[in-house]
């Protein structure tokens, strides 16, 4: 179901607040780019504004404008509690469930401050206060931009948001080639480009930014650890820990990796085993119908989007492949029948 409580939540903002944007674990993208918008756009209408990530985010995001003022619980707790208790509102930005937000989370649960969710994954919660939670759409981002101009400040843009959004938009949608099926979003990236963005440099930022180990990382990952089951329409990737130790493993070096195996002819079905300290990250991807986030959901208690969507599996590396594998007779004719 689709939720726009922005006037709603135009009226919380009618006057100045304390305002602390969340984002979700291995924050991404969207989740950097939709946070440094809303702050940035937040700050300008008089409020003030901080995010707190759960963990750190990734290096080649490091670049994006705001950043460097971003809290991070794993490095200053201290910080971070006290955002959380300081917030007369609290934003979940580009995720469904405050469990996403690890040991921060039952914190912001339990804090007296108002609950705004905004964001474009399946199935929120009810733990929030106000929701802005649009499926149909790219990005978290483009929703930020979506509010902006619900609320008549498309005038506040600028170059910096503009880069925020963008980011946004880019990286959830595989730069265009998912997610990205809707004239708005084309619109929106025209008027970025108004603003003054600059989109060679920014894709060279967030894409040629590999280290050698996370080259080698993924030619490993599809020469010697993909294995492709043309009778299920499905490939999958298992990256041990001993594995990602030998590739000397940072973090985002395993994003996008999944990818590759869902880019073979013929496969429908994607996924990429990562095994993390005592749990196994899995990561999804599909074709056309076949929706991840229902297989993610009912068989490994996670969820996302139709078509990319995750898992945190505290069962061994090997028991949650097999897990896996013993499925996939099961939906072997949706499988080949996806449109
Ligand atoms: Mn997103």
Not at 62 to 71: F, K, Q, V
Not at 246 to 257: A, K, M, P, V, Y
Request: charged share 20%; net charge negative.
């Amino acid at each position: 179901m689709e939720n726009t409580d922005f006037a709603a939540i135009s009226e919380l903002l009618s006057a100045p607040q304390r305002i602390l944007i969340t984002t979700h674990t291995n924050p991404d993208g969207d989740a950097l780019g939709s946070s440094l918008a809303l702050s940035f756009y937040l700050k300008k209408k008089g409020h003030l504004v901080d995010i707190m990530v759960p963990d750190t985010y990734p290096e080649f995001l490091s670049w994006m404008p705001g950043c460097e003022n971003i809290l991070i619980y794993t490095i200053n707790k201290e910080a971070c509690q006290n955002a959380i208790n300081n917030a007369d509102i609290t934003v979940a930005a580009d995720y469904n469930q405050l469990s996403r937000l690890n040991e921060a989370g039952n914190m912001v649960r339990q804090s007296s401050a108002k609950k705004v969710l905004i964001d474009h994954h399946l199935n929120p919660t009810d733990e929030f206060d106000f929701k802005i939670s649009v499926t149909l759409i790219s990005s978290t981002s483009e929703l930020v931009y979506n509010f902006i101009e619900s609320r008549g400040d498309l005038h506040l843009l600028d170059k910096e948001i503009a880069e925020c959004i963008y980011t946004g938009i880019i990286t959830d949608t595989g730069s265009l080639s998912y997610a990205c099926n809707y004239v708005k979003t084309y619109l929106i990236i025209a008027e970025l480009f108004r603003l003054g963005i600059n989109g060679e440099q920014l894709h060279r930022l967030i894409y040629d930014t590999y280290s050698e180990n996370r080259l080698r990382l993924l030619g490993y990952s599809i020469s010697d650890q993909l294995v492709v089951l043309p009778e299920f329409y499905t490939a999958f990737i298992i990256l041990s820990k001993h594995a990602l130790e030998r590739f000397n493993h940072q973090i985002g070096d395993t994003e996008g990796i999944v990818n590759y195996a869902l880019s073979i002819k013929n496969i429908n079905l994607a996924a990429l085993f990562t095994e993390r300290d005592g749990i196994v990250k899995v990561s999804f991807r599909s074709k056309g119908n076949f929706s991840v986030n229902k297989l993610a959901m009912e068989c490994f208690g996670g969820g996302g989007h139709r078509n990319a969507a995750g898992a945190n599996c505290t069962t061994s590396l090997e028991d949650t492949v097999m897990k896996f594998r013993n499925l996939l007779p099961s939906f072997q004719s949706q499988l080949k029948t996806v449109y």
